[in-house]
């Protein structure tokens, strides 16, 4: 049996010029984060007791005997793409999906990661972050771009830059204390919305050139944020201050990323004492990140008392096996259809 252990991101800055529509042809940069909570993946082979070969638990419980049957595009895929049979899958998280945290994109890292490591093979995070995206973008024609697989699989507080067919992982050299004072600065709140973040890319896609001028001005913040997280001289406050900038370019960007709903919570966030903030993923719902000085945080929380808040730590490990026991399986008479 396995079981991986795989963070879920948040961006900070560049979201969407990960898009290869957009940094083909521009180059593209993000900053972001992986954070404490997680996705859950347990993998093992399943015995020849039943009447079905494989067995996937998410949402839902799917028994089947041939992989064309699975009806999770991700999951058939994925078993397919490395040569994988009989299998029990089992997904858990800490957070819910469709929530602008990457869900997908851990959840498939989190599942390659679990099938090498079942094959015994061993992989580097830039080929499990390169066979997430292609898991995704390739094979299931999912719209989005490149940094949640990325982020799952490296971990930590890096600058991720894209360049071509190729991206660059550079870890940000923060100060520690600094660093802590980031984190304890950032509140997370659930909106209660979800969405498909698929949809709304493509929408973002069908209108690329239209944003091409709200996603230039995002990726100049790059630039500025890594030097507010790394030059001690700077004030940490003004990470908040841009965090409110790339918002408001963010969502005059495209007609599904806000409504009316997340409008008014983010305007009584910063009412209550917020520097900036976001929402966090391709837009449309999920999870509302603040940056706020401990002085004001009771009053935004007090503002924002009918959202529940997601207490946080930053993480560094990225996906990761925590469970290992290897397994004498006989597979030279696969039994699938």
């Excluded at 093979?121 to 080929?127: A, D, L, N, R």
Aim: charged content about 25%; proline content about 3%; aromatic content about 10%.
């Amino acid at each position: 049996m396995i079981l991986t252990k795989t963070p879920f991101r948040m961006s900070f800055f560049g979201g969407g010029t990960d898009l290869p529509a957009f940094f083909g042809t521009h180059g593209g940069s993000v900053i972001s984060t992986t954070f404490d909570k997680y996705v859950y993946v347990t993998v093992r082979h399943l015995p020849r007791f039943f009447d079905y070969t494989t067995e996937l638990i998410y949402s839902k419980t799917e028994r089947v005997s041939s992989l064309d049957d699975l009806e999770h595009p991700m999951v058939r895929n994925a078993m397919k793409m490395l040569d994988m049979h009989e299998l029990h899958i089992a997904y858990d998280a800490d957070l819910p999906a469709r929530t602008g945290l990457g869900t997908s994109s851990t959840f498939a890292v989190g599942l390659l990661n679990a099938f090498y490591c079942l094959k015994g093979k061993f992989v580097t995070k830039e080929q499990l972050a390169k066979d997430a995206i292609h898991l995704e973008r390739d094979l299931c024609s999912e719209a989005g771009g490149w940094q949640d697989q990325i982020a799952a699989s490296y971990g930590g507080l890096n600058r991720i830059d894209f360049d071509g067919d190729h991206f660059t992982v550079k870890p940000l050299m923060v100060p520690v204390a600094r660093k802590n004072a980031l984190d304890n600065n950032l509140l997370l709140f659930f909106t209660g919305f979800t969405r498909f973040s698929a949809e709304i890319q493509k929408e973002t896609l069908a209108s690329l050139g239209d944003k091409e001028q709200y996603l230039e001005k995002m990726l100049a913040l790059v630039d500025e944020a890594e030097n507010i997280l790394v030059n001690r001289e700077r004030d940490l406050d003004d990470f908040g201050r841009l965090l409110d900038k790339e918002w408001q370019l963010k969502r005059n960007s495209g007609s599904t990323i806000t409504n009316e709903g997340i409008d008014s919570l983010y305007t009584k966030g910063m009412e209550a004492g917020a520097l900036g903030g976001k929402l966090l993923g391709a837009g449309g719902g999920g999870f509302l990140l603040f940056y706020v000085t401990k002085d004001k945080q009771a009053s935004v929380r007090g503002a924002l008392k009918d959202l529940m808040e997601v207490p946080f730590r930053f993480e560094n490990d990225g996906t990761t096996v925590i469970h290992y026991a290897p397994e004498v399986f006989d597979l030279t008479e696969v039994v699938e259809k």
